[in-house]
């Protein structure tokens, strides 16, 4: 092996080695940053890398939807042991047809060239009328 292939599977070596340490680091609890500090790099270099390597980026997702299931469940768990808070939050974000402060409606409405004459002809016809009432 020559100098130049050397030094590029020792940087291939690092890199990997600093990704392993960022992704148990990551796994341990820790903010993005956090993790990108115990592995020695920059947090820029780990958004690069997500972009240029789809299943390190994978990984990531991974561990960050493990967080979540993780505070869903603790959510969960508290919501059964009385936390009317907990409760709340629950049944509006998972039963929200049932559960929401907020009635929706759905209105449509057809914007055409004859609708938009009509309403115009509307409009001065009552302009109109509030002149011959007005005098």
Known sequence: MN???TAKNSTISTRNRQKR???ESLKSGVTIKEASDAAG???TT????????KGFDNKI???IDSRTQTVEDALYGSALKGNVTAQIFWLKNRAKDRWSDR???EV???LTFANLMKMKKGQERKLE???IIAK
């Open 46 to 53: 780990v958004w690069l890398w997500r972009k240029k390597w």
């Open 21 to 23: 340490a960022f992704l």
């Open 103 to 105: 009635t929706t409606h």
């Open 108 to 110: 449509t409405l057809e």
């Open 41 to 43: 790099i920059d947090r």
């Open 129 to 131: 009328s509030n002149r």
């Open 61 to 63: 997702f991974s561990i």
């Open 3 to 5: 100098k130049k292939e």
